[in-house]
């Protein structure tokens, strides 16, 4: 295993066992939005009761809720303690035998010997942020889903709206309009021992998604997502005004596909379909 793979998989180990308690849907709101806003995307384009590969299933809540929708799921995570998490919530409510669970890095997916082609797949909320090869993932992809089936990925964008604003009105004027750039850092998370915990990462611009996935697929929508709710870091922000951002929602969900507000969100999400 590589080096940066050696390096994810440490960190997304440490912090396994307490990472619902930061990052899940019922700790954090914004998560919660997004959460329910993509699992209602993927019931809509990933055919129903299909055979879906996950890319980043982390500890299993899309999983989850897609298994209880009829879905078979196989669902891979580079980290086999996230996956050890995944593993226990399905099986306590009774649901392991409709997933399987695999640890492998996204960029080995070629490595994968499926019993036939996928349905559709999916790998939301930035994994792919933590993968180095793109374009093979994407090759690999190509090769595993059936023609014509839908991809969806949501990744961290270059460029938010929410922060580029409160560089802003902070006078950073600098940070405004470089956005978070598109180079590989070490992003801090908190760790159980309260230490925090370094992982490599990138934010991913759509222009490089494109320049990755178009020679194997064809783009059906991109959209932000979210486009003028705060990013899921700023959840204590949205709880003290949820009224007020409540009225933007509406707001968001029209923009947020329309050009070139679509290219401005905290995340950016793609359905595309193999060619």
């Not at 303690?81 to 226990?88: F, G, I, K, N, S």
């Not at 790998?123 to 090869?133: D, I, R, S, Y």
């Amino acid at each position: 295993m590589e080096i940066r793979y050696a390096t994810i998989v440490e960190g997304f180990d440490r912090i396994a066992s307490t990472y619902d308690e930061r990052y899940s849907a019922s700790a954090n709101p914004i998560k919660a939005w997004m959460r329910a806003e993509s699992l209602r995307i993927l019931q809509r384009v990933l055919p129903p009761k299909g055979w879906v590969l996950e890319i980043g299933c982390g500890t299993g809540e899309e999983t989850m809720a897609l298994v209880r929708a009829g879905y078979r799921v196989l669902a891979t995570d580079i980290s086999p303690r996230m996956l050890h998490c995944a593993r226990a919530r399905m099986a306590s409510a009774g649901l392991e035998d409709r997933v399987t669970f695999v640890a492998i890095p996204a960029g080995d997916l070629a490595a994968l010997r499926p019993p036939e082609p996928f349905d559709g797949a999916y790998a939301g909320f930035g994994p792919l942020n933590c993968e180095p090869h793109l374009t093979g993932l994407a090759r690999a992809l190509a090769d595993l889903l059936r023609p014509g089936a839908p991809l969806v990925i949501s990744v961290v964008n270059a460029w938010c709206l929410f922060e580029a604003l409160q560089h802003l009105a902070h006078g950073r004027i600098r940070a405004f309009l470089q956005g978070r750039g598109n180079g590989w850092r070490l992003i801090a998370m908190p760790g159980p021992d309260g230490k925090q915990v370094a992982i490599p990462t990138r934010p991913l611009s759509t222009g490089v998604l494109r320049g990755a996935f178009c020679p194997f697929f064809r783009i059906e929508h991109v959209m932000a997502f979210p486009l003028l709710l705060p990013p899921p870091p700023a959840a204590d922000l949205f709880r003290r005004h949820a009224a007020w951002f409540g009225g933007l929602e509406l707001l968001d969900r029209i923009l947020r596909a329309r050009w070139p507000w679509r290219e401005w969100g905290d995340h950016v999400l793609m359905i595309l379909r193999r060619r």
